[in-house]
């Protein structure tokens, strides 16, 4: 559902831009609740893990194809103001060097890809999960259906974005019903992948998925022949003790498991158009579409110039992308916490000196 440049009028694209910088900018205070020593890198991982599964386009129709977007995914695993950056940080690096999405419409996609399905995606989530029994099944059901409806809401989304600055005069009934009908079948996949990443990660360690936090059950100590929990100080170094040694097996795991999807299987995704090119296509939507800023670039629609061979130079993109955005999403993930290390060292030391 990449937007190019040229479907949406100047002022509207200004517009979702204004959108969009203000979504960041919330997101980025938000995150530094939700970011600590063992989930920053892992922000950063779970962008590079999209970049690499939105390269596997899947079949969905007659001439039709559809990839994760994944703002579901980054929501539930690393939470929902982290998950509008992690799609943000996958939106800029995809404009920038491989010309995929408009840069004059980066606003657009920020808001439609990030915003609307993370908001959609976690509220039907969290939403069920207050219904649904506190299991690790119930994250995985909830995860897949949160995922499911955020992807034919950022459909909707777009068809309302186009119906205010879209450049060419083609109904918006016909836009709609297009757009919703076939991503509801690319919703199918969000959530088929979607529900398997969750659930392969909560097998292993459910206390690095956001929205699992509570689920697990606390240190149990015996006493006198009964169960009681434990106090806080005592289970906190087993916590921690536990998490610190895996922690880098799933991140060594996720990178490499991006790295094979991204520089390999990719090479196997479905070369049909996605379902907004589709749409557009049939549509006539795509008629005033301009050529993208970064056409140029050696990365360019996914290939590394002057690599003739199409299985390496697809694979080496893939492998550069993955790598890149692991890169600018661990250093800004990383730059997000030490500012909420700073801000809880201020308030500490100012609670202090006012006690003093």
């Not at 799609?87 to 995809?94: A, D, F, I, N, Y």
């Not at 969290?126 to 994250?139: A, C, D, M, Q, Y």
């Not at 119906?163 to 019903?177: C, M, Q, S, W």
Request: hydrophobic share 55%; with cysteine; net charge neutral.
């Amino acid at each position: 559902m990449h937007v190019p440049d040229g479907f949406i009028n100047a002022p509207v694209s200004v517009a979702a831009g204004v959108v969009a910088a203000a979504a960041v900018a919330v997101s980025l205070r938000g995150a530094r609740r939700e970011l600590d020593e063992r989930t920053a890198p892992l922000a950063g991982l779970v962008a590079a893990f999209i970049f690499a599964v939105q390269m596997l386009n899947f079949p969905v129709a007659a001439g039709t194809s559809g990839h994760l977007l994944g703002g579901a995914l980054a929501a539930i695993l690393v939470g929902p103001y982290t998950g509008v950056l992690c799609v943000s940080v996958v939106l800029l690096m995809q404009g920038i060097l491989f010309a995929d999405g408009g840069l004059t419409a980066l606003g657009v996609n920020v808001t439609v890809m990030g915003v609307v399905t993370v908001v959609v995606a976690y509220a039907i989530f969290r939403g069920l999960l207050g219904i649904l029994p506190p299991t690790r099944r119930s994250v995985t059901v909830a995860a897949f259906t949160g995922a499911l409806l955020s992807v034919p809401a950022a459909a909707a989304a777009f068809t309302a974005v186009y119906a205010v600055g879209g450049t060419t005069d083609v109904p918006i009934g016909k836009v709609i019903t297009a757009m919703v009908g076939v991503h509801v079948l690319i919703g199918i996949g969000e959530a088929a992948i979607t529900a398997a990443t969750v659930g392969a990660v909560i097998a292993v360690r459910p206390d690095l998925v956001h929205g699992a936090r509570g689920l697990a059950s606390p240190l149990k100590l015996r006493v006198d022949g009964a169960l009681v929990d434990a106090p806080a100080a005592a289970a906190a170094p087993v916590a921690a003790g536990a998490g610190a040694g895996s922690t880098k097996k799933v991140w060594v795991t996720g990178l490499v498991t991006a790295l094979v999807l991204a520089g390999f299987v990719s090479f196997y995704a479905s070369a049909n158009p996605d379902g907004l090119e589709k749409v557009a296509a049939d549509k006539g939507i795509d008629e005033k579409v301009e050529e993208h800023a970064a056409a140029n670039s050696p990365l360019a629609d996914y290939g590394v110039k002057d690599v003739d061979d199409a299985r390496l130079s697809g694979g080496l993109a893939g492998v550069i992308g993955v790598g890149v955005t692991v890169v600018a999403g661990t250093g800004i993930f990383w730059a997000v916490r030490r500012r909420r290390t700073e801000d809880l060292t201020a308030t500490s030391t100012s609670t202090t000196v006012s006690a003093g």
